[in-house]
């Protein structure tokens, strides 16, 4: 069905909404696109009722209430209903098979997900999935951590072509591209068991750790790696700050690009094309220099796509790739028990703002008092004041911001603001890994990188400037960390470490806000609140862990650990009203810094305020693993987590605005088995948690009102994992993930206007109750003329809500993806040939949005429509 949506001739109200179908058409003072609309009628009816979307249903399904099956919304069954229907059907998918169906013959070849978290091991194959989750290499059904682990060829296979899709196939991951406020596709949101955070400013930290080639990534902007020559990617689900420090509060993903091999020449070419004018290439080469103990591995890739949002203003997209990367690895290996690694890589892109649609203007009155766009006083005194005077004719014939701006096709939109997305991303590494005894290995990693990010969006998209923000930011990183790892007889071994980490940055920008609500339009308050920015951070971190584990028993391990952290934090902060500076509105953004006798109605060293602070933690673990069988272990584990504090630095109406927030803690319970069955062809995993969360960091951006502050709340939910390989030619997976999470106490305001637009009967933002998924790879074996493998993935998630205040205009109802891919190998395996297809229902759904009541809008971005592509590749 197509998404264009035809305009009710009367859409030029001073109040908008994207319009619905013809046959839906009522007359209101205000409202919103179909998918908004269904979402206002359900919320009406109930408040966990599933929403439909109207624009992607046949009309006479569309009826605001009625579901696709023509059932009611109301009286129907619930989503949350229809997903434990789902739950059962995936578990159904991966283990109901007759007796007869497990031969016992032995497979030709490794199962298609080899190494992923829960592996179906073939009879009598005693081959490993080694993980790192501890630290250390292990066995991954030996691992008491709820870990989902993926190898590069099975991120391929799955369509995998940047970090943040691996979320579609790993229980309890929110991985959402395009953060609220950025117009960046490289600033990620990311969410692991409902904790994470929803900002990318460099003066808030993640909640998730991201960890690439043992070193931490400290900001979020840069941190959607694309998957190219990758050796695994981990994710590690709850607080591992124990071994890995600050801010993987909620957990951690560890990536491991493949490394120079000593022994033989070997590469890989790719070339994919597809929807969009796709053309990717990609390439790695291994070079021994010295037989044995000298290897160089070089990697590059040229990634470029068009967008697939169309700007009707200029005629310029949104939502493209224009990213080129090389990376290069030396390994020395000199002596037998000494191993160098040397590393560097840099990352360029040049590319569009991210997707931003504009979804309502103006008064809702069909809202609660809470969501409804007043658009006082700033959209009422704009349209009364600025807009007259300005050449721009809105598409009703007005000179007018209102909602004959809201396009009829999400993916179009009047945004005329600056367009960029530009990322310059590199670093440099050295690990040294020295094998000190037959049990103990010393290894040290040194670190540094570099990062310069410039990106726009324009917030209110359409030709005015009323609603939009540009950001330069840059940030540099050193890190130096030492561990020790080994045994201490046959029944103890250990791992111990220290960590330092150095980091300063800056962060310049513009919110134009209500440009021209100054004199002589405007001599009296409210004028407008626009701002000339300047940041500067500068954080230090040092901390020293250590994790032991006893064996009390011959199958029965005691795990106990802990580490000590202390961050310290500097800021300074300068902003400069833009209607003090009119005469450098649009020009040199460092113009109105250097400018002597302007007015900076906020200067953090002139003024009174907090400019620097430190956090001291101890984070500990304890687990006990038990081994029942050699095939079944269960754990019970306690552990806590840290994020540490910080400060408020997007004022806009004074300096008591600038206020520090607390650092949030989070108290961890899980349960677990890990088992394999049916002479291992069977694998289920499976994790019960339950959390405490302390002072949680919720970032409010609804300007003008944008914080941080502190609630507290409660978690828990499960992971069920399987992977089964009933005969040698099918594989199957399933999971599932569920997450129930509330509030319990919302803290008092730090300043005036930081009282937090929350309740307790909100639920947490990106914490999906369910998020299902279930795959199955076919492999049909050619003789001579080689290979064929057909897989297909289908991912489910429930209601998903995109801010703090839960706004049923940027909540998505739930949505599924399908991937399929069909590949032709030849006998070999050094030719191949690949057809996919990624959202092949070409479902729309909502990855992120904010709105304003100030500000009368409400926006949104939404994820990759369908798309098809063909891969050729060559190995050698």
């Known amino acids: 069905m197509s998404r264009r949506r035809s305009r009710l001739p009367g859409s030029g109200d001073a109040v908008g909404y994207r319009q619905a179908p013809r046959e839906l058409r009522r007359r209101s003072t205000g409202g919103v696109h179909p998918a908004v609309r269904s979402r206002q009628t359900s919320y009406r009816a109930s408040r966990f009722a599933p929403l439909q979307r109207c624009r992607r249903l046949p009309t006479d399904s569309c009826r605001p209430g009625v579901g696709a099956s023509g059932t009611s919304a109301k009286d129907g069954p619930s989503r949350e209903n229809s997903m434990k229907g789902s739950l059962k059907l995936a578990l159904l998918a991966s283990i109901a098979c007759p007796a007869g169906a497990w031969a016992q013959e032995a497979p030709a070849g490794p199962p298609a997900d080899a190494a992923t978290q829960t592996v179906a091991t073939p009879v009598g194959d005693d081959s490993e999935i080694i993980v790192t989750a501890r630290r250390r290499a292990e066995n991954l059904q030996d691992v008491p951590i709820s870990v989902t682990a993926f190898s590069g060829e099975a991120l391929t296979e799955r369509n995998v072509d940047s970090i943040d899709q691996i979320a579609r196939f790993t229980p309890n991951i929110r991985f959402d591209t395009a953060a609220q406020l950025s117009g960046a596709s490289f600033n990620p949101t990311v969410f692991i068991r409902g904790v994470g955070s929803n900002d990318f400013a460099i003066f808030t930290d993640p909640g998730v750790g991201f960890y690439i080639d043992g070193v931490y990534y400290a900001r979020s902007i840069g941190a959607v790696t694309d998957a190219v020559d990758l050796e695994s990617v981990q994710v590690l689900r709850g607080p591992q700050g124990t071994l890995f420090g600050r801010n993987t509060i909620g957990g951690a993903v560890i990536i491991e690009t493949a490394k120079p091999l000593l022994d033989s020449i070997s590469g890989k070419i790719e070339a994919i094309t597809g929807s969009y ?41 949104m939502g ?73 004719v809105n598409p009703a ?48 990693i040194t670190a540094y990188r570099d990062m310069h990010a410039t990106f726009a969006r324009d917030g209110d998209n359409t030709p005015y400037t009323f609603r939009e923000t ?4 840059k940030v540099w990183q050193f890190s130096q960390e030492l561990q020790a790892n080994g045994n201490i007889g046959a029944g103890l ?88 500076a009119i005469s450098l509105i649009g020009g040199d953004l460092l113009a109105p810094l250097n400018t002597p006798g302007l007015v900076r109605f906020i200067d953090s060293d002139a003024q009174d305020i907090p400019d620097s602070e430190s956090w001291s933690s101890f984070t500990p673990r304890v687990i006990v693993k038990a081994d029942v069988t050699d095939d079944i272990n269960v754990y019970a584990s306690y552990s806590r987590g840290f994020k540490s504090g910080g400060f408020n630095l997007r004022p806009l109406t004074g300096p008591e605005e600038v206020s520090a927030y607390d650092p949030e803690t989070l108290t961890t319970w899980e349960l ?36 941080v502050a ?106 599924t993806l399908v991937n399929l891919r069909l590949t032709w190998a030849d006998a070999g395996d050094r030719y191949s040939v690949a057809l996919f297809a990624t959202n092949l229902t070409d ?14 809008l409400a926006e949104v971005s939404y994820g990759r429509p369908r798309e098809w592509g063909l891969s050729g590749s060559v190995r050698f």
């Open 397 to 444: 014939g007005r000179k007018a911001l209102d909602g004959s701006w809201i396009t009829a096709d999400p993916y179009e939109t009047f945004a005329g603001g600056p367009n960029v997305n530009d990322l310059d991303l590199w670093g440099v590494q050295a690990t040294v890994a020295y094998d000190a005894a037959k049990q103990l290995q010393l290894k040290s």
């Open 672 to 707: 677990g088995a890990k088992t394999r069955w049916l002479d291992r062809r069977l694998t289920l995993n499976a994790a019960l948690w339950k959390s405490r969360y302390k002072d949680i960091q919720l970032s409010v951006n609804q300007t003008p009102l944008n914080f």
């Open 277 to 317: 004018d796709r053309i990717d290439l990609r390439g790695a080469i291994n070079l021994p220099l010295i037989q044995d103990r000298l290897a160089l591995r070089l990697t590059a890739a040229t990634l470029n796509r068009e967008g697939y949002v169309k700007r009707l203003s200029d005629g310029e997209d």
């Open 843 to 856: 479902a729309l759904f909502i990855q992120s949005g904010n709105f304003s009541n100030g500000f009368g």
């Open 493 to 580: 071994r250990f791992v111990t470490g220290l960590y330092y980490l150095k980091e300063k940055g800056r962060d310049f920008g513009r919110a134009d806000l209500a440009l021209g609500i100054w004199p002589p339009l405007a001599v009296t308050p409210p004028l407008s609140p626009a701002v000339f920015l300047y940041n500067w951070i500068d954080n230090e971190s040092y901390a020293a862990y250590g994790e032991i584990d006893i064996d009390l028993a011959r199958r029965l391990t005691l795990t106990l650990g802990g580490r000590y952290n202390h961050d310290s934090k500097k800021i300074r902060i300068v902003n400069v009203r833009q209607r003090d």
């Open 710 to 815: 502190n609630a507290t709340g409660k978690l828990w939910g499960f992971e069920l994992e399987a992977v089964a390989r009933p005969t040698s030619w099918l594989d199957l997976n399933a999971s599932v993930g569920h997450v129930d999470s509330h509030y319990t106490e919302i803290s008092n305001p730090r300043a005036p206007n930081q009282a937090l637009p929350l309740t307790l009967d909100d639920s947490f933002v990106k914490a999906p109750r369910w998020t299902l998924a279930a795959g199955a790879q076919i492999s049909v074996p050619l003789g001579r003329s080689g290979s064929l493998r057909l897989r297909g993935d289908v991912t489910d998630y429930s209601r998903i809500y995109n801010d703090l205040s839960n706004h049923p205009y940027l909540t998505e109802n739930g949505y």
């Open 320 to 392: 493209n790739r224009n990213s080129d990367m090389v990376r290069a690895q030396l390994r020395w290996q000199p002596v037998a028990t000494l191993t160098i690694d040397l590393a560097g890589d840099y990352t360029r892109s040049r590319e569009h703002s991210a997707p931003n649609d504009i979804v309502a203007i103006g008064l809702q009155p069909d809202l609660p008092a809470r969501y409804n766009l007043a658009g006082a006083p700033w959209l009422a005194r704009f349209n009364q004041l600025v807009a007259p005077t300005l050449p721009i």
């Open 470 to 473: 540009f950001n330069d930011d």
